[in-house]
């Protein structure tokens, strides 16, 4: 495939992540979805961001996978997105439960991307405790905003 064709796809893909609903559901899963437990994860299967979850992690899977059938190249797609390190960080620790409650593949393109991708392990792991302390810090500063 061309390097045109591919930078093609990855503007696509750009333009769908601007998408207003794609756009509130990428916004909370990435502020307000934080799960701790598989008990979270289905709990917002089952809130009024069940829309937004599966939307968030459908979009990254299939984004993945013209990647790993050769769509766009590995190199090409990470230089041009982060965004799937946070999302695979924030789920990788309930893949497991998650595959066995819903199904064997649920993220598989994902899982390989970040797999193939050298250091893209460490790099959901770094981006999942990145979100911690940021969530923390914003739970301080609003702690003394508040007058507590």
């Given at each position: 495939m061309a390097i045109q064709d591919e930078a093609?796809?990855?503007?696509?893909?750009y333009d769908l992540r601007r998408e207003d609903t794609m756009r509130m559901a990428r916004d909370w899963f990435a502020r307000d979805f934080n799960p701790e437990s598989m008990a979270d994860i289905e709990s917002a299967l089952s809130s009024e961001h069940s829309g937004h979850l599966r939307m968030v992690?459908?979009?990254?899977d299939m984004a993945a996978a013209l990647v790993q059938n050769g769509a766009i190249s590995m190199q090409l797609f990470n230089d041009t997105n982060?965004?799937?390190?946070?999302?695979f960080g924030k789920i990788e620790p309930f893949l497991q439960d998650i595959r066995n409650a819903f199904g064997p593949y649920f993220l598989t393109n994902l899982e390989k991307l970040i797999d193939a991708t050298p250091g893209g392990r460490e790099r959901a792991a770094t981006m999942r405790e990145r979100m911690k302390t940021m969530r923390t810090r914003m739970a301080a500063a609003q702690g003394?905003?508040?007058g507590a």
């Open positions: 093609a796809l990855i503007l696509q893909l992690v459908s979009y990254w982060g965004e799937q390190f946070m999302v003394k905003t508040s």
